[in-house]
């Protein structure tokens, strides 16, 4: 493989998990911010892992159909726009969304 293909891959990676790493220690206390109880911040962090399990063939699928840059670039502008709606949930269900 390219050295520039794999560090291409590695920025990629490390901007998404970035963008996880910097949400995941903040949603128990947002979600407690609006109510929820413990329980349903155990649901939605578990719902990520979830998401994740299902989307992973299916994203997959389009990556081999439609090529590779396609899937990482429509991947990290669907990250953004959910880290945006995290930034600005005002209910349970938004935090859901994202």
């Known amino acids: 493989m390219n050295f520039r293909r794999l560090a ?41 892992s979830i998401a994740q399990l299902v989307a992973a063939p299916l994203w997959g699928r389009v990556s081999d159909r439609y090529g590779r840059r396609p899937a990482l670039l429509i991947g990290l502008s669907a990250s953004a726009i959910a880290y945006v709606v995290f930034g600005l949930a005002d209910t349970l269900w938004l935090l859901y969304l994202s």
């Open 8 to 48: 291409v891959l590695i920025g990629v990676n490390f901007v998404d998990m970035i963008g996880f790493m910097i949400v995941l220690p903040l949603l128990p206390f947002y979600a407690l911010k609006l109510n929820a109880s413990p329980e349903v911040v155990g649901q939605m962090i578990a719902s990520y």
